[in-house]
Structure formats: C-alpha cells, structure tokens
C-alpha cells in the first residue's frame, strides 16, 4: 500500500517538534533545534541526470488497489489506465515532472507524488474521490487546479516555492493540511475550514498569528521557525492540544487562556524570561522551554496543577547552570519523568 505515514518516534531522545509525521518527516526530515529542515539528507531521489525509465517496462496488475512505484526513475505518468480498481497509488521519488494522465483513476482515494520535480498541480479534476494528496518536496509555487477534490481530507504541501495559502476554502472536509518549509507569509484563506484537525506551516516566513478562528476543531498546531513575536489569536481554538512554537522571536507567554486542553506545549528557542500564564494548563504532559532566558525556579510554581506532566525540556537556559539543576526540577514537579533528553531514574 502507498504510505504517506512515518512511524511514532520510540526513543524519547529525538526532537519531537517536528512536522507531520504523516507527511514523511520521520523519515529524515525532523526539526532540528536550528529549526531547519534537512532537505539534504532526506531526499533519496535519483539524480537529474539519470535516465527515465519508460513506463511500459514496468507490470502493472490491473486488479490491484494498492500500487507502489516507489523509486522507479519513473519520468512520466502514462499507462495506468489499466488501473481498473487502484485506490492507493505511490509515485514517490522519481523523476515526474508533470501531473497528467490519470483521468481515468476514478476510483483513486490516495495520491503520493512525494519528491518529484513537478511544478504544477493540474489534471486531477476526475479524481473526485481523493482523499489523500501528497505532493511535498517538489518544485511547486501555488496551490491550484483543486477545486473538484471536495473528498479532500489529508493535503501535503511539504518543502515546495508555495508563497501564499490560497485556493483551499471549498476543501470542507480537509482534516489535515501540511505546508512547511514553503515561503508563506500570512495566515490566510482557511477560515471555513472547520473539520481541520492538524496545520502545520512550520519554516516559513510568518510573522503574526491570525485568521485561525474558524478552526474550531484544531487539535495540532505548528508553527516553528517562523518570525512570530507575540503569542496571540488562539482564543477561538479551544480543543487545541499541541501548540508548537519553537524558533520564533516570542517573548512573553500569554494568549492561552482558553486552550485549557494542551497536552503539548513548545515555546523552545524564543526569547522567554519567565514562565508565566499557564497555571491554568492542567492537562499538560510535554512541556518545551529549552534554548530561552529562564533563570528562577519559583517559576516552575506555573507548571503545578498539571499534575501528568510526564516531559520538561529547559536545557540552556541560565537555570541549568545550577549544580542542582535536575534535583530542583524533580522536588518541584513530581510527575516528571523526563528531564531534558535523559529520564529520571529511581
């Protein structure tokens, strides 16, 4: 079956401030605390200068629902019509360039174009039935031409020139959407977008938070490395239960009043001197404030009502010059079971 899912990460050790991982970033493109994607090492495409492989080289079972081509040097999409009853399809890492001849997969639910080289979508109007569109780490600049995918419920816009968020308010169904690592600026064009349950827009180039009240049903929402200063506009998110915002130029935290449902939340790598205004998070079980400014434990008194807190990351900051560092962290959260990268031992 075509997979557009990396795995649950199991050691505890490796940053979990990530992009989806549904999108494939488990795979090599994790976060890392300069808050860069690693492209590099991630695509395992063939080279540019590699020889297509002709279509009609590769047998297909026109039976078959499940179709990978994974890795295949494959150059151009022909010959799949035979494809009577395909409802996953995998194109991943070859050498496509354009989206065409596909009209006839009418009974397709999922595509995956991951790292190709296309630079526009088009020729997917027949597809009324995708469910699933995977188009990251390719050479698009808009999103467009997918006003029929109605069906749409999973877009992976990941690591493409996208400047703007556009064309994407008729998608009602559209429970996640994935655009980081493009050029976008401002949140726009998804406010009628009420079955959204996860956004990610981490590297890009934002600046404010704004236009999410719409998005009532919001659980995951990541913003890292981008230009954001204040924590705001999240009023209206009120199941929102993982905020990430690591590597932005946050200074005060505040704005979070009514997100009384986090479970995880990442203000890593800004510029925070206290922690402040969330006593009220009870339900929080990951807490990140790694790479900031604290330097007062009383500060922790923020963090005792959230009894299950499981994780606290606040290396770097000028607390952890303290001899005691970790001792004063477990006597004053108790449930901690994780301090940094390491955990506690009893």
Not at 34 to 55: A, I, W
Not at 181 to 197: G, Y
Not at 271 to 290: A, D, G, P, Q
Request: net charge negative.
């Amino acid at each position: 079956m075509a997979s557009v899912s990396g795995g649950e990460p199991q050691d505890m050790e490796v940053d979990r401030r990530i992009e989806s991982e549904e999108s494939g970033d488990e795979d090599g493109k994790r976060k890392g605390l300069n808050g860069e994607s690693d492209s590099n090492e991630t695509k395992l495409s063939v080279k540019e200068g590699d020889t297509p492989v002709d279509m009609e080289t590769i047998t297909l079972d026109p039976e078959a629902e499940d179709v990978d081509l994974i890795h295949c040097r494959i150059g151009k999409i022909e010959g799949l019509e035979v494809l009577r009853k395909v409802k996953t399809l995998s194109l991943r890492q070859n050498l496509i360039k354009k989206i065409e001849n596909l009209e006839q997969l009418n009974t397709l639910k999922e595509l995956d174009l991951y790292d190709n080289q296309i630079k526009k979508t088009e020729n997917l109007h027949t597809l009324t039935e995708l469910e699933s569109l995977e188009i990251s780490f390719n050479v698009l600049r808009k999103i467009e031409n997918i006003d029929e995918l109605t069906k749409l419920r999973k877009l992976f816009l990941l690591n493409n020139k996208i400047n703007r968020i556009e064309n994407v308010s008729h998608l009602r169904q559209l429970e996640m959407l994935e655009l980081g690592s493009n050029r976008i600026r401002v949140i726009e064009n998804i406010d009628t977008l009420s079955q959204l349950d996860s956004l990610f827009l981490g590297t890009n180039k934002i600046t404010k938070l704004q236009n999410l009240e719409g998005l009532h049903n919001l659980t995951i929402l990541s913003l890292q490395s981008n230009r954001i200063t204040k924590m705001e506009g999240l009023q209206c998110l009120v199941n929102l239960r993982e905020l990430y915002l690591s590597h932005n130029g946050i200074e005060v935290m505040e704005g979070l009043e009514n997100n009384k449902k986090l479970t995880t939340l990442d203000i890593a790598a800004n510029r925070v001197k206290k922690i402040e205004n969330i006593s009220h998070l009870t339900e929080l079980k990951e807490f990140w404030m790694n790479d900031n400014q604290i330097d007062n434990f009383g500060d922790l008194d923020e963090l005792k009502n959230a009894h299950g807190l499981e994780t606290v990351y606040l290396e770097r900051n000028p607390l952890q010059k303290d001899p005691q560092y970790r001792r004063k962290i477990m006597l004053s959260l108790p449930s901690v079971r994780q301090i940094d990268a390491t955990y506690i031992r009893f």
